[in-house]
């Protein structure tokens, strides 16, 4: 074996016919774009939902409401869920970071608590926001808040 006898492995090589090499090669003249027109002509680039003149999807479909950019998602998580925490792992300061290692949470969330269910744990909670129910709630059981 030698490089003169070297071949591409069956099959991963695929002959296409190449185009624009002249009118003997079947696909000569037009290059197989057809004729005249922006899409025949080198350097023809298309408009992204672009849909021939016709009136694009994107304009046709009516449009309603209002998206506020200034919008502040919170990860809620409620007193419950906290609940099950504190008895399964004897937790007695509960943070973000906290809530993330438990998959309650995502890491760049936002975290709000939020008073679904019975909290009876006396532990100290930091959170990005609080429902007043929560508060009342944690404040209750003898545990304290941080805002962050």
Same mark, same amino acid.
């Given at each position: 074996?030698?490089?003169?006898?070297? /071949?591409?492995?069956?099959?991963?090589?695929?002959?296409?016919?190449? $185009?624009?090499?002249?009118?003997?090669?079947?696909?000569?003249?037009?290059?197989?774009?057809?004729?005249?027109?922006?899409?025949?002509?080198?350097?023809?680039?298309?408009?992204?939902?672009?849909?021939?003149?016709?009136?694009?999807?994107?304009?046709?479909?009516?449009?309603?409401?209002?998206?506020?950019?200034?919008? +502040?998602?919170?990860?809620?998580? *409620?007193?419950?869920?906290?609940?099950?925490?504190?008895? +399964?792992?004897?937790?007695?300061?509960? /943070?973000?970071? #906290?809530? +993330?290692? *438990?998959?309650?949470? *995502?890491?760049?969330?936002? #975290?709000? $608590?939020?008073?679904?269910?019975?909290?009876?744990?006396?532990?100290?909670?930091?959170?990005?926001?609080?429902?007043?129910?929560?508060?009342?709630?944690?404040?209750?059981?003898?545990?304290?808040?941080? /805002?962050?």
């Amino acid at each position: 074996m030698n490089l003169s006898n070297l /071949t591409p492995a069956e099959g991963s090589i695929k002959k296409s016919k190449r $185009i624009g090499r002249g009118q003997g090669s079947g696909k000569g003249g037009t290059s197989t774009r057809g004729h005249k027109g922006a899409k025949s002509r080198s350097g023809y680039k298309s408009k992204i939902g672009f849909e021939g003149g016709q009136m694009p999807l994107q304009r046709r479909v009516p449009k309603f409401g209002f998206k506020n950019r200034n919008r +502040v998602e919170y990860k809620a998580v *409620n007193l419950d869920n906290l609940q099950k925490l504190v008895d +399964v792992s004897k937790i007695t300061e509960i /943070t973000p970071e #906290v809530i +993330v290692e *438990n998959g309650l949470a *995502n890491k760049k969330d936002l #975290v709000k $608590i939020l008073g679904r269910g019975e909290f009876s744990a006396k532990v100290k909670i930091s959170a990005h926001k609080f429902s007043e129910a929560a508060t009342v709630a944690i404040e209750a059981a003898g545990g304290s808040i941080v /805002t962050l």
